[in-house]
């Protein structure tokens, strides 16, 4: 089983839309969580970590933590046609070498 | 900005051969990672390395080994192909509690 795990698989929104990304884990031990974007034909690149609960923004993105709840979501405002990609949430591991990855939500933002 | 390559970018094998595939960083970053990424499954980890001379499981290491020669270059490779190793592989590399930099894939084919 999947240490952690997105929702939707895949979410389309029209442009300058809302698009809202989920991510819950099963390991009570994550204490902090990464969003990655990764566009067609590369490698995935960060967006941002989140370590406290609570909001955190840069630009247009906002991530969102629960540490209770070990929920953790993405936030796009005014999405763009270059929003479409492919968005992972990780987890390190105790030793915060390691990251494991969950299986990503494929966003089109249709224009 | 950190640099991460990968070579070859695109590779055709024959069941049962040799492949290996080259990751090179000038990061100078003491953690390197190999993953391999399939529809519905995400990024999963296969090998890592804590620096030279080092390598250890991750996830899914089983018909794959890695090489760490050098703090810059991590070798990941096929003793014996299979058709279920073909995939697109990524490499990263990052350093403790940072994020991870990936190349930009090897898709690789196994007939």
């Known amino acids: 089983q999947q240490k952690v795990q997105q929702s939707p698989e895949s979410l389309s929104v029209p442009e300058g839309g809302m698009a809202s990304l989920n991510c819950t884990s099963s390991?009570?031990?994550?204490?902090y969580f990464w969003w990655y974007r990764q566009h067609s034909g590369e490698g995935p690149k960060a967006l941002m970590?989140?370590?406290?609960?609570g909001d955190k923004k840069e630009g247009r993105f906002t991530a969102h933590l629960n540490k209770a709840s070990l929920h953790v979501s993405l936030h796009i405002r005014d999405s763009q046609p270059s929003d479409s990609a492919l968005y992972f949430c990780?987890?390190?591991?105790?030793?915060?070498?390691?990251?494991?990855f969950g299986s990503g939500t494929k966003l089109t933002v249709e224009p | 900005e950190a640099a991460v390559t990968q070579s070859p970018r695109n590779k055709v094998a024959v069941t049962g051969g040799k492949v290996t595939l080259s990751c090179n960083q000038t990061?100078?970053?003491?953690?390197m990672y190999w993953y391999r990424q399939d529809t519905g499954h995400g990024l999963r980890l296969i090998h890592y390395?804590?620096?030279?001379?080092?390598?250890e499981k991750g996830d899914i290491p089983d018909g794959y080994k890695a090489s760490r020669p050098s703090q810059e270059n991590f070798s990941l490779i096929l003793e014996l192909a299979t058709p279920s190793q073909t995939s697109v592989y990524f490499c990263?590399?990052?350093?403790?509690?940072?994020?991870?930099?990936f190349g930009p894939g090897t898709r690789l084919t196994v007939l």
């Open positions: 990263a590399s990052g350093g403790d509690r940072v994020e991870q930099y």
């Open positions: 390991d009570r031990n994550f204490q």
């Open positions: 970590s989140i370590f406290s609960d």
């Open positions: 990780a987890a390190p591991s105790s030793n915060y070498n390691v990251l494991y």
């Open positions: 990061n100078n970053h003491n953690n």
């Open positions: 390395s804590y620096g030279a001379g080092s390598t």
